[in-house]
Structure formats: structure tokens, C-alpha cells
T-cell receptor
Framework: LAKTTQPISMDSYEGQEVNITCSHNNIATNDYITWYQQFPSQGPRFIIQGYKTKVTNEVASLFIPADRKSSTLSLPRVSLSDTAVYYCLVEGTGGFKTIFGAGTRLFVKA | NAGVMQNPRHLVRRRGQEARLRCSPMKGHSHVYWYRQLPEEGLKFMVYLQKENIIDESGMPKERFSAEFPKEGPSILRIQQVVRGDSAAYFC???????????????FGPGTRLTVL
């Protein structure tokens, strides 16, 4: 199972773009990358998922380089309500476990 | 379409008692996952179930813990003879497709916070 490494915490200000990078050096061919967001006292919420190149939805973009050994979650113009823990996961279609790391605590300041 | 439901939201037990945590997946979802989260830590996978079957319980402690997902009714995570170390938030998630499907999004419930006195 691929292990992920991401920064423990990040600070930002309202209106800025935030990029959180996750390393997954031993990602396998059939693995895909998923990001979740978790607010205090709530369950995680799916943000975005991708396999390669770039994926964009209404809340974020996910950039995955050609070697897929890392990925970057991009949050455009963050607001105070984006303060949360962001988890990067690598999951394979051949496996059953979902491994959550410690996540990145994002603090958005006014 | 209601989301994943978990009850109770808070559960207090004394050491040695049993704890039963319930999870109703989203409508149409037949795959359920249970996770445990200690304060300031990430979620730890416990068990993955499909209707009436345990697919992977490799994250479940060997003793005192069990899970089921019957044909009818919610999934149950059962902890017997609870100890203080069992105090944690327990999250349930459901998905419409199993782990062997690509792009499988999990939908999480609000969690049950278990406190063992």
C-alpha cells in the first residue's frame, strides 16, 4: 500500500490560492489519488479524485505529474470556512484498505 | 436523499460494558466501511463490509470487536467489554461501488463519539 507524506500544517489568508502537495513515491499503476476534507467533529468529505494530469471540479483542482509520485491539491481563493484538515489518500483498485495519513491542517486567517 | 446516518452521535459507557454503534448507508449503497479516529490523528481503517459479508477486517482488533452488515437494517459495530483506550470517534462510510472499482468515492457519516469512563 502506498504511503503518503504531506505537510503537517499550513497557514493562509482569505482570498489566496492554497496548494497542498502530497508525496506518494511508491504509488502503483492501478492506484488513484483522492483528497478529503474534514472539519472538527465531522466525518471527512470527498473533495476530488484523479489518476493523472489535471482534474478540476467546482471546489478544487488536482495536479498530478507524469511520474505520479506526488500530487497537489489547489484551493482557489480560500475563505475562513476552508480551515480544516485535508487528507491525501492513495487507493488501488486491487486493494481494500483506505489509508488516511495525519493530514494537513490548513488555517485560513482574515 | 439522506446521507449516511450514524447513531448514537455520542455514547458513554463504563469499562466492561458493551457498545453498539449503528450505521445506515446512503440509499443504494451496499458497501460500508468503519474507521476509528483518535484526537488529533487521522482515521484508521477497521473493516469493510458488503451486504451480509465481511470483505476485509484486517484493521479490526482481534478481540472484543465485531461488525456486521445484515441483509436488512443498518451495519453494526460492536465493542464488547470496553476499555478506556476504546474512547474515540468511530466513522462509518458507504459507497455505491466496491474497492475494486476505480474512482470510488466514500460518503462519511457524522460519527459516533464513544467515551469510556
Amino acid at each position: 500500500l502506498a504511503k503518503t507524506t504531506q505537510p503537517i500544517s499550513m497557514d493562509s489568508y482569505e482570498g489566496q490560492e492554497v496548494n497542498i502537495t502530497c508525496s506518494h513515491n511508491n504509488i502503483a499503476t492501478n492506484d488513484y489519488i483522492t483528497w478529503y476534507q474534514q472539519f472538527p467533529s465531522q466525518g471527512p468529505r470527498f473533495i476530488i479524485q484523479g489518476y493523472k494530469t489535471k482534474v478540476t471540479n467546482e471546489v478544487a483542482s488536482l495536479f498530478i505529474p507524469a511520474d505520479r509520485k506526488s500530487s497537489t491539491l489547489s484551493l482557489p481563493r480560500v475563505s475562513l470556512s476552508d480551515t480544516a484538515v485535508y487528507y491525501c489518500l492513495v487507493e488501488g483498485t486491487g486493494g481494500f484498505k483506505t489509508i488516511f495519513g495525519a493530514g494537513t491542517r490548513l488555517f485560513v486567517k482574515a | 436523499n439522506a446521507g449516511v446516518m450514524q447513531n448514537p452521535r455520542h455514547l458513554v459507557r463504563r469499562r466492561g460494558q458493551e457498545a453498539r454503534l449503528r450505521c445506515s448507508p446512503m440509499k443504494g449503497h451496499s458497501h460500508v466501511y468503519w474507521y476509528r479516529q483518535l484526537p488529533e490523528e487521522g482515521l484508521k481503517f477497521m473493516v469493510y463490509l458488503q451486504k451480509e459479508n465481511i470483505i476485509d477486517e484486517s484493521g479490526m482488533p482481534k478481540e472484543r470487536f465485531s461488525a456486521e452488515f445484515p441483509k436488512e437494517g443498518p451495519s453494526i459495530l460492536r465493542i464488547q467489554q470496553v476499555v478506556r483506550g476504546d474512547s474515540a470517534a468511530y466513522f462509518c462510510a458507504s459507497s455505491p461501488r466496491g474497492r475494486r472499482s476505480s474512482y470510488n468515492e466514500q460518503f462519511f457519516g457524522p460519527g459516533t463519539r464513544l467515551t469510556v469512563l
